[in-house]
């Protein structure tokens, strides 16, 4: 699902959107608000607060964007509108202001809301759409067509329509449509709505073509296709101002940013603080699966859960979680890469005063050009015992010489080891370290934070045959592994090398 995992907005969008609007929440991913270019999103949101529903600083925002008006041509500046934003944020709301302002404003217009499938979208038509306008200021100005097939919200003045229609291959097959809103579109297995909807509008110049919805899974083709592309457009669009015909909005929390933390909800959900509270956010932590979570309020893709690897006893790890662990003046570091290259991971080890050991990654970054210079710096704040790194042919062995040359060098006597030197794993020194942390896990002896690139390593691994023995597998692995990869030969350098420098100092301390 990802494009550029370090992407960020310019620091100009999160301040145009606070100041135009007051949004403190701003999406990772969003289109910005051409001032020059007029709009009709104020139009929209007058017909949102009739509805009932005051319009919160994100639904102003999108609002504006999504309905601004090409100077040039007098029709509007995007034919598409993405928006994924999670659940509960105020989307329904939001996206029915948009069709009543559409049948409200302009005549013989051609509405055509769909969801999940047919059954969904009438429930919702009725219970929903139907109900709101029936309670609103609104009311009396159109009048229900119910007739089962045939569903329809025709307003009085302007003759034109909303209705409903499946999410069948058929869909869309009719009159000229002049919006057309794909919902829920997680349930989307293909693009046949698009491809039905779409034709549908050629000859309307006006025409828009909406699509939103909370988080999927992998299942969610079309909607996982759609995200990916409206975040390249974004991308594309800051890096070289070109504005596409499409705009996009999406509030997203990437991996790195803990469920638990309300800071992450602060910056994923738009609607806390306005028709969501921390509480009710914390109460949705603490019922619902975190996958589940995941998905409808950080709005992350949510995974199939992958079979166990045998060896990797990953049950083991939720109950090793201590969120107030830190390392001690004792420790060890490890590197490794991940096997496209494509990311880096250093690692500590140290041993607690309980006997457990405390197991962290200290930094990872994308690409290797950072490392060296990282475990450099570290070497000198921390005065490490070991500095690990695994050799032979995996893809940190690149990095042994540059590590030598930038002064973390291997001891001329293996039997005198000196402080912060640096330990080249083989393939029987990884597969004793990758054996002991399994047996670590499973007694309790480990330690850790709970990070998110850590502990996604434990439940992604896979491992490969050595001989009678395993080691980890970093190109038959779910996921990035050189977090995990890190963590377990730091171990195993603490525990195996470490001891024969602090023998070494204690020997020396003595004569002194």
Known sequence: MTTSPTWTAPSEFAAQCRELYGLECPP???TPRRPEFPTLG???ARVMAKLGFEPMPWQKYVLDVALEID??????AHREVGLSVPRQQGKTQQILAVMVHRIAAWERQNVTYAAQNRTMAKKRWEDEFLATLDASKLYGKYRPRKTTGNEAIIWGSTRSLLGITSNTEKAGHGPPLDLGVIDEAFAAEDDRLEQAFSPAMLTKPMAQLWWASAGGTERSVWLNKK????????????????????AYFEWFAPDDMPRDDP??????????????SEAVIQAELEKLDPGEFDRAYLNRTRKAAPPEDPNVPKRMWPGLVDKETRAGRELAFAV??????????????????????????????????????????LARL??????????????????VDALVSAGVT??????????????????YDQVEACGQLADALNQGTAAHLDQVPLTAAVNGARTRKVGDAWVLDRTGSLVDVAPLVAVTIARWALLTRGPAVLDDYDALDSVL
């Not at 995200?227 to 596409?244: F, S, Y």
């Not at 080890?349 to 050991?357: F, I, K, T």
């Not at 006597?413 to 080249?424: A, F, I, Q, T, W």
């Open 410 to 427: 291997v001891p001329e006597d293996k039997e005198k080891p000196h402080r912060g030197h640096l330990v080249v794993l083989r393939t």
């Open 382 to 399: 921390w005065s490490p015992l070991v500095v690990a790194i695994s050799g032979g042919g995996s893809p940190a062995g690149s990095l």
């Open 71 to 76: 100077p040039e041509t007098g029709v509007f």
């Open 263 to 276: 800071a992450t909800w602060r910056a994923t959900l738009p609607a806390l603080g306005h028709t969501v």
């Open 227 to 246: 995200r990916v592309a409206g975040r390249l457009l974004i991308e594309r669009l800051w890096e070289t101002g070109v504005h596409p015909s499409a």
């Open 42 to 44: 104020g139009k929209a």
């Open 28 to 30: 990772f991913w969003g």
């Open 336 to 377: 490794d890469v991940s096997q496209d290259r494509s990311s880096s991971s250093i690692a500590v080890a140290s041993l607690r005063p309980d006997g457990r050991v405390h197991l962290e990654v200290v930094d990872r970054r994308p690409g290797t050009d950072w490392v060296v210079p990282a475990v450099v710096k």
